[in-house]
């Protein structure tokens, strides 16, 4: 309120200061004293200005020369045209929510700057803070769509030197869970060793170290409903390439990149991804989310549990594999990083808890095979735990039981989040499978 105490004789200086420079439109003289007062606009608040400076002269109030306007170059004129080409480039974007900035030119940011050092105004709003919100005003009016300031579906940017409007969609975020039914296929795109994914005679020039992944065969079928221009998937964690995802599946978030789509039926979507991917992939659960989920499922990390179908070098004793397995309730591992991670991973010791470990079944006749359910922290490495990466992991299966174990299979069960996080975007829209299209 402070501001609001600029006293009678000051403002009028500025005024009488800032119309001396040339002709100036209701909108640029208005906007110098845009922090003084609220509820108008600046273009009232410049008619009121210039009534007043016309008054206390005693003379004839000047025209607004809006077009001619030296601090604007006339722009102030073209709201409505802008506001246009918005709303045609918008015609072919699907969105709910947009808002409008500006990339003004040189010359006009220059002439506001010297119009501030002219008249001495400290009361100023941006000449671009004014445009954004009057074609804002327009654009809202036309398409009836509301303006947002944290998450736009698409922001449109006037190119004021250009003469153009061109839009950032915003992507559009789905949560789901997927299941992998196939082994040896990784979660995500993975680049070619050799070439680095730019393409070479051991790929068979596709720059791809796996020819398929979960989030390609999911993308594939997605991008048609959507129509982006990619998708990426975000998943909560990963299991190894040659593990099974089962269960309830695990966490993920389908990123659609500039989707020119934002409502489609997600009961058809994953009936289309399910039914595209028959017994490799599946979807569940699929919901629209906001970029705040991806946040939280990566940052948290999920309780785990595991089919371990485990193979023993001699003949173990079931009971004994039993107790052993038991008495793991509630124990901390201590891992070194794997040697197979060694080279991408730091050298670091982790501790991770299981919470519990039972004999699913054995194989009574070789007594050297058994699955194995474990339940445990996240972030423990299985196949370490089973075989012990030579001392790296204790304890382990094979230093509990003085045998030599390895992991032949491995199926995740279940990634078990913390949902109590979720629910502020759960309940933007809980459990349903169309959005709301008002
Ligand atoms: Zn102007
Ligand atoms: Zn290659």
Redesign the pocket.
């Known amino acids: 309120m402070a501001q609001k105490m600029a006293d009678e004789d000051g403002i009028l200086e500025i005024a009488r200061k800032t119309v001396s420079e040339g002709p ?2 209701d ?2 003289l208005g906007r110098q004293f845009a922090n003084l007062s609220t509820g108008m606009s600046n273009d009232e608040r410049g008619r009121a200005v210039r009534i007043m400076l016309s008054m206390q002269r005693n003379e004839a109030l000047a025209l607004d020369h ?1 077009k001619d ?1 030296w ?6 004129t073209e709201l409505d045209v802008w506001a246009e080409r918005a709303v045609q480039e918008l015609e072919s974007v699907d969105f709910d929510t947009f808002l409008v900035g500006t990339m003004i030119t040189g010359l006009l940011a220059e002439n506001e700057e010297v119009l501030w050092t002219l008249s001495g105004t400290t009361f100023a709003e941006l000449l671009k803070s004014e445009l954004n919100r009057e074609v804002g005003k327009r654009i809202c009016s036309i398409t009836k769509k509301e303006v947002e300031f944290k998450r736009p579906d698409v922001v449109v940017i006037m190119d004021i030197e250009r003469e153009q409007v061109r839009l950032d969609i915003n992507s559009l975020f789905i949560y789901g869970r997927y299941r992998k039914l196939e082994r040896g296929i990784p979660q995500t795109r993975w680049p070619c060793r050799e070439c680095r994914g730019k393409g070479c005679e051991k790929c068979n020039y596709t720059g791809k170290q796996y020819s398929e992944s979960v989030e390609e065969l999911i993308r594939s079928s997605v991008l048609d409903f959507f129509k982006g221009e990619d998708m990426i998937l975000h998943g909560a964690g990963r299991e190894d390439i040659d593990a099974r995802m089962l269960g309830s599946g695990r966490p993920f978030v389908m990123e659609i990149i500039s989707p020119l789509i934002r409502h489609a039926d997600l009961v058809e979507v994953v009936s289309r991804i399910n039914e595209d991917n028959k017994g490799r992939v599946e979807v569940l659960d699929a919901r629209y989310a906001d970029k705040e989920v991806v946040r939280h499922i990566k940052s948290t990390e999920s309780d785990k549990v595991y089919n371990i179908s485990a193979t023993f070098k001699s003949k173990v004793n079931k009971e004994k594999l039993k107790s052993t397995l038991r008495a793991l309730s509630g124990i901390i591992i201590r891992q070194q990083t794997p040697t197979r991670v060694m080279h991408r991973r730091a050298d670091l010791q982790r501790n991770r808890k299981i919470h519990e470990a039972a004999l699913i079944s054995f194989d009574d006749i070789t007594g050297t095979q058994a699955v194995i359910q474990l339940r445990c922290e996240g972030g423990l490495y299985v196949k370490e735990f089973v075989n012990g990466d030579m001392g790296r992991t204790e304890p382990s299966i094979s230093s509990l039981l003085g045998i030599d174990a390895a992991v032949k299979e491995l199926d995740v069960i279940e990634v078990s989040m913390d949902l109590t996080g979720e629910r502020q975007w759960q309940g933007l829209e809980a459990n349903a499978g169309k959005r709301d299209t008002n």
């Open positions: 100036i439109c909108h640029c809006g306007c601090v604007c170059n006339g722009l102030f």
